[in-house]
């Protein structure tokens, strides 16, 4: 049995239904919490609140993170459905609505119809890398930008239509300006790698590099003058600098590990497939014949080589070949359809049923490690379905049904996404330190920030805080709420006129938020 639909129309409706499921589904019921998130949101929401455009902003102070596409994609979201959450992750949801779209075009214009439609299983199936689409951060619109040009690219490089080489480059200063040079950088080398592989480097003028670079250049460097000007180079001495020729030499925020952190991550990434993925790359070198496949491979060894040697390693970083993966597992599994399983394979098969059957047991044991999840620990059987669902998979593998096993696999992993923004988060709402302390201050309550806080409270309060660092001028504050971390606030325990109200520890976080009041 394969998993077919034929008809043209059909299938693109059938897609185009599970990508905005998939994309859009739950995408606001649960507040914006997470670090990168928070900062991200509030940086859009001051620009909103404050009209300038250039110089990004957290708390009043300076962000020199990221450029600023995906800031005004959000403030768009703002435009649509007001300073909310919804506004925030509107336009990341759309991102991966596009990026499931148009993978599953290429795939079936250079890889045939049952491959894309495979290809499309594993993606909706693959929850960490769908749930990127659902935060309010950079990284969704790089993947899209990035996928978008490389696919022109290779549509260039087969049809010879100058349109799509034009659209390869607009794509990759888009993907500049939402995360920095990394977005020309890495499909550059890739591209070069597959150029090289076909022996085609006498042919690279054909593609003119150097007319490319400057378009980008002309889309990229008006706004990083702009900034550069505004902020006295500050903003360039931290994004250049700081957040790429560093992140790259050395670790940042402990974020380092070695060369096989980085594969963990593309094994996490692209659960539950991603035990095959050394078999697809198998496939893949034999099936060389094939450009569309050294294509997808010269882009994905790029992405996972560059990220092995770099000092930072987090789990997002490979996301942009991720994509391109899902190809070669694609065309791997359209093969075995026809070939049946080998004795490696039942290896994968079985890691794959050990961990989706051991899901439940392992989030309710992590969940009891977090003292303020105790009480919530049971909604991590919520998870059970999942570990059916792998079952059922294991059960049509040994009867070597293997679209059967691909249909139940894809259903019971996508479904985690439907059950963890459904339900398990918004159950979590309720110990996040935003909102224990929402529920304790009065209205209209005056708060001031003592050194750090948690970098939620800005876009969940819709308003900067004012940071005091001279714990003298606490002292007459009489009215104020004080908000804190624990680390930091632990000699305002001393005062007999500062109060503590509350204290939250923060989900999977090292810091607590204390909540002082400053009486009479």
């Given at each position: 049995?394969?998993?077919?639909?034929?008809?043209?129309?059909?299938?693109?409706?059938?897609?185009?239904?599970?990508?905005?499921?998939?994309?859009?589904?739950?995408?606001?019921?649960?507040?914006?919490s997470?670090?990168?998130?928070?900062?991200?949101?509030?940086?859009?929401?001051?620009?909103?609140?404050?009209?300038?455009?250039?110089?990004?902003?957290?708390?009043?102070?300076?962000?020199?993170?990221?450029?600023?596409?995906?800031?005004?994609?959000?403030?768009?979201?703002?435009?649509?459905?007001?300073?909310?959450?919804?506004?925030?992750?509107?336009?990341?949801?759309?991102?991966?609505?596009?990026?499931?779209?148009?993978?599953?075009?290429f795939?079936?214009?250079?890889?045939?119809?049952?491959?894309?439609?495979?290809?499309?299983?594993?993606?909706?199936?693959?929850?960490?890398?769908?749930?990127?689409?659902?935060?309010?951060?950079?990284?969704?619109?790089?993947?899209?930008?990035?996928?978008?040009?490389?696919?022109?690219?290779?549509?260039?490089?087969?049809t010879?239509?100058?349109?799509?080489?034009?659209?390869?480059?607009?794509?990759l200063?888009?993907?500049?300006?939402?995360?920095?040079?990394?977005?020309?950088?890495?499909?550059?080398l890739?591209?070069?790698?597959?150029?090289?592989?076909?022996?085609?480097?006498?042919?690279?003028?054909?593609?003119?590099?150097?007319?490319?670079?400057l378009?980008?250049?002309?889309?990229?460097?008006?706004?990083?003058?702009?900034?550069?000007?505004?902020?006295?180079?500050?903003?360039?001495?931290?994004?250049?600098?700081?957040?790429?020729?560093?992140?790259?030499?050395?670790?940042?925020?402990?974020?380092?590990?070695?060369?096989?952190?980085?594969?963990?991550?593309?094994?996490?990434?692209?659960?539950?497939?991603?035990?095959?993925?050394?078999?697809?790359?198998?496939?893949?070198?034999r099936?060389?014949?094939?450009?569309?496949?050294?294509?997808?491979?010269?882009?994905?060894?790029?992405?996972?080589?560059?990220?092995?040697?770099?000092s930072?390693?987090?789990p997002?970083?490979?996301?942009?070949?991720?994509?391109?993966?899902?190809?070669?597992?694609?065309?791997?599994?359209?093969?075995?359809?026809?070939?049946?399983?080998?004795?490696?394979?039942?290896?994968?098969?079985?890691?794959?049923s050990?961990?989706?059957?051991?899901?439940?047991?392992?989030?309710?044991?992590?969940?009891?490690?977090?003292a303020?999840?105790?009480?919530?620990?049971?909604?991590?059987?919520?998870?059970?379905?999942?570990?059916?669902?792998?079952?059922?998979?294991?059960?049509?593998?040994?009867?070597?049904?293997?679209?059967?096993?691909?249909?139940?696999?894809?259903?019971?992993?996508?479904?985690?996404?439907?059950?963890?923004?459904?339900?398990?988060?918004?159950?979590?709402?309720?110990?996040?330190?935003?909102?224990?302390?929402?529920?304790?201050?009065?209205?209209?309550?005056?708060?001031?920030?003592?050194?750090?806080?948690?970098?939620?409270?800005?876009?969940?309060?819709?308003?900067?805080?004012?940071v005091?660092?001279?714990?003298n001028?606490?002292?007459?504050?009489?009215?104020?709420?004080?908000?804190?971390?624990?680390?930091?606030?632990?000699?305002l325990?001393?005062?007999?006129?500062?109060?503590?109200?509350?204290?939250?520890?923060?989900?999977?976080?090292?810091?607590?938020?204390?909540?002082?009041?400053?009486?009479?």
């Amino acid at each position: 049995m394969k998993f077919s639909l034929e008809n043209n129309n059909k299938v693109w409706i059938f897609v185009v239904l599970v990508a905005a499921l998939i994309s859009f589904t739950f995408i606001n019921t649960y507040p914006i919490s997470i670090l990168d998130e928070a900062k991200n949101a509030e940086a859009a929401r001051e620009m909103w609140a404050s009209g300038t455009y250039w110089v990004p902003k957290f708390n009043g102070e300076l962000r020199t993170d990221k450029p600023p596409l995906h800031y005004y994609f959000m403030l768009l979201g703002f435009n649509l459905f007001g300073t909310t959450v919804l506004g925030a992750r509107f336009f990341s949801a759309l991102m991966g609505f596009i990026t499931l779209l148009t993978t599953f075009g290429f795939a079936r214009r250079y890889f045939g119809n049952a491959v894309a439609q495979t290809t499309l299983l594993i993606l909706v199936g693959s929850f960490f890398f769908m749930q990127e689409f659902h935060l309010a951060v950079p990284d969704p619109y790089l993947i899209a930008f990035v996928t978008l040009g490389l696919f022109s690219f290779y549509h260039f490089y087969v049809t010879k239509k100058y349109l799509y080489l034009v659209l390869f480059y607009f794509f990759l200063a888009l993907g500049a300006l939402s995360k920095g040079p990394i977005a020309i950088a890495l499909p550059g080398l890739s591209v070069g790698l597959f150029i090289l592989l076909q022996k085609e480097l006498k042919n690279t003028f054909r593609y003119y590099p150097i007319l490319g670079l400057l378009g980008i250049a002309l889309i990229v460097v008006p706004w990083f003058w702009q900034v550069h000007l505004k902020s006295d180079g500050l903003w360039t001495q931290g994004f250049f600098f700081d957040h790429n020729v560093s992140r790259f030499s050395a670790p940042m925020e402990g974020h380092g590990g070695s060369f096989l952190v980085t594969w963990g991550f593309v094994l996490l990434g692209l659960l539950p497939f991603s035990f095959f993925i050394p078999q697809a790359f198998r496939h893949a070198w034999r099936e060389r014949t094939n450009p569309a496949l050294d294509f997808t491979g010269c882009v994905a060894v790029v992405f996972i080589v560059f990220f092995s040697i770099s000092s930072t390693k987090l789990p997002n970083y490979t996301m942009p070949c991720y994509a391109f993966i899902t190809l070669l597992l694609g065309s791997f599994f359209t093969k075995k359809m026809d070939d049946g399983f080998s004795r490696w394979d039942m290896v994968s098969v079985l890691l794959l049923s050990l961990l989706g059957m051991a899901l439940p047991v392992v989030a309710h044991v992590g969940m009891q490690q977090e003292a303020s999840l105790i009480s919530l620990s049971r909604v991590a059987f919520g998870l059970v379905p999942t570990a059916i669902g792998t079952l059922l998979g294991l059960l049509f593998y040994i009867r070597k049904k293997t679209a059967a096993f691909l249909l139940t696999t894809t259903f019971s992993w996508g479904m985690l996404l439907f059950i963890l923004h459904g339900y398990l988060y918004p159950q979590l709402t309720a110990v996040l330190p935003t909102t224990a302390v929402a529920e304790v201050l009065p209205e209209n309550a005056k708060i001031v920030v003592y050194k750090r806080m948690d970098a939620a409270f800005p876009f969940a309060f819709q308003q900067t805080f004012k940071v005091i660092h001279n714990i003298n001028e606490v002292a007459n504050l009489e009215g104020y709420y004080l908000l804190t971390n624990h680390s930091e606030g632990q000699d305002l325990d001393a005062f007999e006129n500062i109060r503590r109200v509350i204290s939250r520890k923060a989900l999977f976080e090292n810091h607590t938020t204390v909540l002082y009041r400053i009486e009479k």
